[in-house]
């Protein structure tokens, strides 16, 4: 079975401070992303990398940006964390154009 | 760019009732689809997907969707829900060839007693 493992379920953090979201996965996939999920929104893509040390922007990347320095860990980094990046964070990984398999889950709360 | 719409925000249903979540893309060219499903505070899980051949595509735990390209929909049903079929469904296509998914907004099926 595919696991894709994020470091925190749950995450508090102050306005201002820089964030990491730590993302593992075991399958040897070449593709890995980072969603955010907001109730009526569904799930926006942040960013993907499709090999190591590559990255492309998805659909919503202000504010963010991404580290892939093995091919197993993707993480997510917010340099001056704000209110409006409070979220539910959810990683994937996935070989080729075929399914994605997610995390649990990281839900972020900035104060 | 493909987009995708779920009608239905918020589907109600009792136990053993059929249950049909509705899902509409745009796109203007050939695409492959997905539903997944999010039980209470866990990812998303594959329930099932269109790729090519048969227009019925049958998932896990009892859910078949039809693709039809005419009206550009994939539709999720299932004949009989049970109580453990409470949780939030996304609809999420996704161009050939591309690594990406666009989802739609998800629908949250709470199924009562």
């Known amino acids: 079975d595919v696991k894709v493992t994020q470091s925190s379920r749950y995450l508090v953090k102050r306005t201002g401070e820089k964030v990491f979201l730590e993302c593992v996965q075991d399958?040897?996939?070449?593709?890995m992303f980072w969603y955010r999920q907001d109730p009526g929104l569904g799930l926006r893509l942040i960013y993907f990398?499709?090999?190591?040390?590559?990255?492309e922007k998805g659909d919503i990347p202000e504010g963010y940006s991404v580290s892939r320095e093995k091919k197993e860990r993707f993480s997510l980094i917010l340099e001056s964390a704000s209110t409006n990046q409070t979220s539910m964070y959810l990683c994937?990984?996935?070989?080729?154009?075929?399914?994605?398999?997610f995390g649990p889950g990281t839900r972020l709360t900035v104060l | 760019a493909q987009s995708v719409t779920q009608l239905d925000s918020q589907v109600p249903v009792f136990e053993e009732a059929p249950v049909e979540l509705r899902c509409n893309y745009s796109?203007?060219?050939?695409?492959?689809l997905f539903w997944y499903v999010q039980y209470p505070n866990q990812g998303l899980q594959l329930l099932l997907k269109?790729?090519?051949?048969?227009?019925l595509v049958k998932g896990i735990n009892g859910f078949e969707a039809e693709f039809n390209k005419s009206q550009t929909s994939f539709h999720l049903r299932k004949p009989s829900v049970h109580i453990s079929d409470t949780a939030e469904y996304f609809c999420?296509?996704?161009?050939?060839?591309?690594?990406?998914?666009?989802f739609g907004a998800g629908t949250t099926v709470t199924v009562r007693a």
């Open positions: 796109s203007s060219v050939s695409v492959y």
């Open positions: 999420a296509v996704s161009l050939l060839n591309d690594y990406k998914l666009s």
């Open positions: 990398s499709y090999d190591v040390k590559m990255k």
């Open positions: 399958m040897d996939h070449e593709n």
């Open positions: 994937a990984s996935s070989f080729s154009t075929d399914t994605q398999y």
């Open positions: 269109y790729l090519s051949g048969s227009t």
